[in-house]
């Protein structure tokens, strides 16, 4: 079955500094890539995701990038708030099956 | 309801014990997925219901869980014989079932076996 490996596992940034979480996947058939924030008490959230039919997707402050060939993608967060302090959780799921492989998570502490 | 619901958000039960979860999925949700969170850890996938399809049940992880799904609907994670391992957050999702359709998450149940 499919592995999904994250890191780093913590990561503290300064407000305003960038922050990128990367995941890595085994198996070649997987074609969905979520990442998901879960804060403190809650469930996760869907945050961005990519399919593999593109290298790249943005949507405000964040983004992620995807790279079939070695199999890895990443999440990158510019500018970032307080707010952002989150355990954040990458998935992958093969083609046409819908069970999720996630990452262990990142938690990110970002300092004001 | 406006999200998935999970009861009871808390539960400490004794070592031994059996206890049931609950889950309401998003309505017009087919799929509905459990998963459990230990303390630092990712997410395990547990369970898979899609429709009136027999249930993925490849995650459990011993023959003392179990789940139901009644009528499409709400769903129930069973757990026999309580462990001190088995504490841990218990996630639900549901999706409208289709490949990589998004998974809304609810709060969970955050388990404690003493």
């Known amino acids: 079955g499919e592995n999904v490996e994250q890191h780093p596992s913590t990561l503290s940034v300064q407000e305003g500094d960038s922050a990128v979480i990367k995941c890595t996947y085994s198996?070649?058939?997987?074609?969905?890539f979520p990442w998901y924030k879960q804060e403190l008490g809650k469930g996760p959230q869907l945050i961005i995701d990519?399919?593999?039919?593109?290298g790249e997707k943005k949507d405000q402050r964040i983004a992620v990038t995807l790279n079939k060939t070695a199999k890895h993608f990443s999440l990158h967060i510019t500018e970032t708030q307080p707010e952002d302090s989150a355990v954040y959780f990458c998935a992958a799921t093969p083609y046409n099956f819908n069970k999720f492989y996630f990452g262990s998570g990142t938690k990110l502490n970002v300092k004001p | 309801g406006a999200g998935v619901s999970q009861s009871p958000s808390n539960k400490v039960t004794e070592k031994g014990k059996d206890v049931e979860l609950r889950c309401d999925p998003i309505s017009g949700h087919t799929a509905l997925y459990w998963y459990r969170q230990s303390l630092g850890q990712g997410l395990e996938f547990l369970i898979y219901f899609q429709g009136n399809s027999a249930p993925d049940k490849s995650g459990l992880p011993s023959d003392r869980f179990s789940a139901e799904r009644t009528g499409g609907s709400v769903s129930t994670l069973t757990i026999q014989r309580t462990q001190q391992e088995d504490s841990a957050v218990y996630l639900c999702?549901?999706?409208?079932?289709?490949?990589?359709?998004?998974?809304?998450f609810g709060a969970g149940t955050r388990l404690s076996v003493l």
């Open positions: 999702a549901s999706s409208f079932g289709g490949v990589g359709d998004i998974q809304y």
């Open positions: 990519i399919r593999s039919n593109v």
């Open positions: 198996d070649s058939a997987s074609n969905y």
